[in-house]
């Protein structure tokens, strides 16, 4: 079993900028990838964006270029940096951590960006 926490969604002008993070616990060892998902009202959930082990990384076309994640191996932790934040990155986002077996889903934070 693996636990994934999220932390430091929040509210936040267009253009501004958010760090999301996700802690992950348990069975830590596991893991071959973390990644960042999200699902706005009324929407199916998305891919933000996705890092392997091996830090290779993998970007919604929406958010390239704005938004980058990170991983921190040692702390079992994922972080997203998301900078010029646009009204329609408004989500619940929610972090999966990946293991050969299956995938584990945070709660989820709320991001909202006001026009």
């Known amino acids: 079993q693996v636990q994934p926490v999220e932390s430091g969604g929040g509210l936040v002008q267009a253009g501004g900028s958010l760090r999301l993070s996700c802690a992950a616990s348990?069975?830590?060892?596991?893991?071959?990838?973390m990644g960042w998902y999200r699902q706005a009202p009324g929407k199916q959930r998305e891919l933000v964006a996705i890092?392997?082990?091996?830090?290779?990384?993998n970007y919604a076309d929406s958010v390239k270029g704005r938004f980058t994640i990170s991983r921190d191996n040692g702390k079992n932790t994922v972080y997203l940096q998301m900078n010029s934040l646009k009204p329609e990155d408004t989500a619940v986002y929610y972090c999966?951590?990946?293991?050969?077996?299956?995938?584990?889903w945070g709660q989820g934070t709320q991001v909202t960006v006001s026009s």
């Open positions: 890092i392997t082990s091996g830090r290779s990384t």
């Open positions: 999966k951590t990946m293991t050969n077996a299956r995938a584990y």
């Open positions: 348990g069975s830590v060892f596991n893991i071959i990838g």
